[in-house]
C-alpha cells in the first residue's frame, strides 16, 4: 500500500509530480485548524508553507504521521520539539531560494544606480527627462557584504563578474573561503565608511536588530546605497528614510520591512528609495527547487533513507540519552558563550572532551556545539543530521580532541576557537543544577544555568572595582542576579562576570568601559 501524504499549502506542480510516483497525494488547502485535526491522523507525511500551522494537537492527531516538510526555510509553523518526541522527522528547504534572493539583490543595486524605477514613472507621466535620472556605473565602485552566507556569497559571485571591488565583514568565516570568493574581509566600521554600494545578508536576531542605525549611517559616504533583501528589521527605517532625504545617503533599496504585509511603511514616503514587497523568493525557479526539495526529502523518509535537510535530531537510544543530554546543554553553551565573544575572522575551532563523556559517541556533543556556534549568526535549525552541513556551507573547520578526566571535574567539555586575532577558549561542565561555565581563557569562573546576559569586564584585581560596576549598571536600572570573579593572583589581572536581567545599551557599555583599570568590557547573550 502506498503511503499517503497531505499538502495543505501551494506549491509548484513539480513537487506534487515528484511525489505522485511515490505516494498517494491529497492536495486540500485552506483546512481549519479543527478540520485539520480531523484528517490528519490517516497520512504518513504532511507539507505546508506558512499558511497552515502544525501545532501539538495536529501532532497528536497525526498516529500515522512520520515526516513533516516545509517548502521553504523557517519552520515557525511547525511544533518542533512534540514532532520530535513523537519521533517525527521535519525538513525543511534552506537552500532553494539562495540564487533568487541574490539575483534579486543584484537587480535592486541596478536599478537604482540607474534610476530606473523613478525614471519608468517620469515617462509614463509624460515627461521626457534624461538629465535627472544620471546614474553611476557599478564597474570599479566598492560593494560591501556584509554576511557572506549562502545568498552572500551568491551576491559576490555576481558582483565579481561586473567588475566591483568587493569588501565583506562576516566575522564567522574563514579568510581563505572569503579570498575564493574575491572579496577581501574588513572591519564592519571600514566596510561602512568605504562601500559605494552595502548589501545585507544576515540573519534577524537581538544583536542584528537595527545594525545600521543613525550612528552607522554617520560613517557612510553620501554617495552610499544601501540595499536590503535579508530582514526587515536590520535596518532603523526612519533613520535611514531621514538620511536619504537629507542627501547623506545616495539612495536606498528595500525588499524587507519591519511589519509586513505592510501597505504603510515610512520608506513608502521617499522617491528616492526603491521597495518592493518582499520578493527575494519570488521567482518560479525558486519555487520549484523548494518544492522539489521537500518532494525528495519526504520520500526518503518514507523509505527510512536519510534526509538532507533534517531539522530536527533523530531519537538517541534512551540508554545513551539519559547520560548525554546534561552534556548536549552544556557543549551548546559553552559555544554559545565562545563565539560571542571572538574577535576577528575565525579560524580553526577544537571540541574536546574529558572525563567520562570522552568515552561515549561524541556525534551529538558536536552537533549541540555547533548549533551553539551558530545560533548568534543563523536562523538554520541546527541538529546531528545536519550540523556537518551547516558547518562546511560555512566553511568551518572543526575538530575533536578526547582527553582523561579533569582534575577538577568529572566530565568538561571545551571550546576552542582561534581566529586572526587571538585564541578563546570557554569551558563548561555539568552540575546538579544545569550546565555551568567554569573556565573563560585563562580565568577560572562559575556561570550557573539561567537566561539573560553575561557582562565581562576584564580588569585589575583591586578594591573597589565590583563596586564601582554595580553601582553603575544598578544606576541603569538594570538587575545584577549574579556576580563572580576569576583571577590569575591578587591584585594582578582579573575577570569579572555579571549576570543581567537586561542587556546594556552601546552607550550604557562605552560608560563601563570608561572606568579606571576596566581593560575591555563585552556583553554576551545566553
Known sequence: MQPKILVCDPIAQEGIEALQPHAEVDIRRGLSPEELQRTIGEYHAVIVRSETRIDARAIEAGYNLQVIARAGVGVDNIDIDTATERGIIVVNAPTGNTISAAEHTIALM???????????????????????????????????????????????????????????????????????????????????????????????????????????????????????????????????????EDGRLAGAAVDVFTQEPTTDNVLFKSDKILVTPHLGASTTEAQERVAVDVAVQVIAALKGEPVRYAVNAPLIPPETLSFLAPHMQVATKAALVATQLCEGQIGEIQITYAGDVAAYDTTPLRAAAIRGLMRPISEEMVNMVNADLVAARRGLRISEQRGPSHDLYNDLITVHIKTSAARFTVSGTQAHDGPHIVAIDEFTVDVPPGEGYLLLCDNRDQPGMIGAVGTLVGSFDVNISFMNVGRQERRGHALMVLTLDEALTPEQLDQVRKIPNIYSVKLVRL
Open 110 to 244: 541596478l536599478a537604482m544606480a540607474r534610476n530606473v524605477s523613478q525614471a519608468d514613472a517620469s515617462l509614463k507621466a509624460g515627461a521626457w527627462e534624461r538629465s535627472r535620472f544620471t546614474g553611476v556605473e557599478l564597474m570599479g565602485k566598492t560593494l560591501g557584504i556584509v554576511g557572506l552566507g549562502q545568498v552572500g556569497s551568491e551576491v559576490a559571485r555576481r558582483a565579481r563578474a561586473m567588475e566591483m571591488r568587493l569588501i565583506a565583514y562576516d566575522p564567522f568565516v574563514p579568510e581563505d573561503r572569503a579570498r575564493m570568493l574575491g572579496t577581501e574581509m574588513v572591519t564592519f566600521e571600514s566596510l561602512l565608511s568605504e562601500s559605494d554600494f552595502i548589501t545585507l545578508h544576515t540573519p534577524l536576531t537581538e544583536g542584528t536588530k537595527h545594525l545600521i542605525g543613525e550612528r552607522e549611517i554617520r560613517t557612510m559616504k553620501s554617495t552610499t546605497r544601501l540595499i536590503n533583501v535579508a530582514r526587515g528589521g536590520l535596518i532603523d527605517e526612519e533613520a535611514l528614510l531621514n538620511a536619504v
